[in-house]
């Protein structure tokens, strides 16, 4: 039972553009959230994170927006850089525990 | 920031053998640490929760006379693969949670491949 989902598996964008990555969660005991980056090979990077008591949260180019009826959240990256080309990871918690999505890989373009 | 120590970052053993990874936090101490496995391309998966002094916690599916961890001090944590199988290849990777609150820091991971 996957509690946390990520429905696209990649994703392309042209540096400089908006990259919008979705993460879907069945569970609405989740309160917090957490987006992750991660290269092959190495663990997770924390990027940012959003309380469930708020739908917006902005650090630099990233944004996470947060719908609660929608059990659904977003992150936004602008402008787009080819350094930002990673596998990102959601994950919910309501818990000491993390539950991960499945991932997405963005890749930035020229 | 907080820095999480994990090694060896890759090791290849033999079927049967035991391999153990270590996780340490560096410069807070980490009352509870996780351990997770992600296979390729698929999600990292909650193996097991540790908390300091007493046993570790394990996920649904996970076998614990396999996967022994031990987290004996506020710094340290290891899991132990015991008699490996191929199947048991993976990419492991620790986190921990400060004891001053806050978010996780992840270790940068353990190669596993069983031969």
């Known amino acids: 039972d996957q509690q946390v989902k990520q429905n696209s598996p990649s994703l392309s964008v042209q540096e400089g553009r908006i990259s919008i990555l979705n993460c879907d969660y069945t569970?609405?005991?989740?309160?917090?959230f957490l987006w992750y980056k991660k290269y092959p090979a190495e663990g997770p990077t924390f990027l940012i994170s959003?309380?469930?008591?708020?739908d917006k949260n902005e650090d630099g180019r990233f944004t996470v927006f947060l719908n609660k009826s929608a059990k659904h959240l977003s992150l936004h990256i602008v402008p787009s850089q080819p350094g930002d080309s990673a596998v990102y990871f959601c994950?919910?918690?309501?818990?000491?525990?993390?539950?991960f999505g499945t991932g997405t890989r963005l890749q930035v373009f020229p | 920031g907080a820095v999480v120590s994990q090694h060896p970052s890759r090791v290849i053993c033999k079927s049967g053998t035991s391999v153990k990874i270590e996780c340490r936090s560096l410069?807070?101490?980490?009352?509870?640490m996780f351990w997770y496995r992600q296979f390729p391309k698929q999600s990292l998966m909650l193996m097991a929760t540790?908390?300091?002094?007493?046993?570790?916690?394990?996920e649904q599916g996970v076998e614990k006379d396999k996967f022994l961890i031990n987290h004996a001090s506020l710094t340290l944590s290891t899991l132990t693969v015991t008699s490996a199988h191929p199947e048991d290849s993976s990419f492991y990777i620790c986190?921990?949670?400060?004891?001053?609150?806050?978010?996780?820091?992840f270790g940068s991971g353990t190669r596993l491949t069983v031969v």
């Open positions: 540790s908390n300091e002094g007493s046993k570790a916690t394990y």
């Open positions: 994950a919910a918690s309501n818990t000491d525990k993390l539950i």
């Open positions: 410069d807070f101490q980490a009352t509870t």
């Open positions: 569970n609405s005991m989740f309160d917090y």
């Open positions: 959003i309380s469930s008591i708020k």
């Open positions: 986190s921990a949670r400060s004891d001053r609150g806050g978010g996780y820091t």
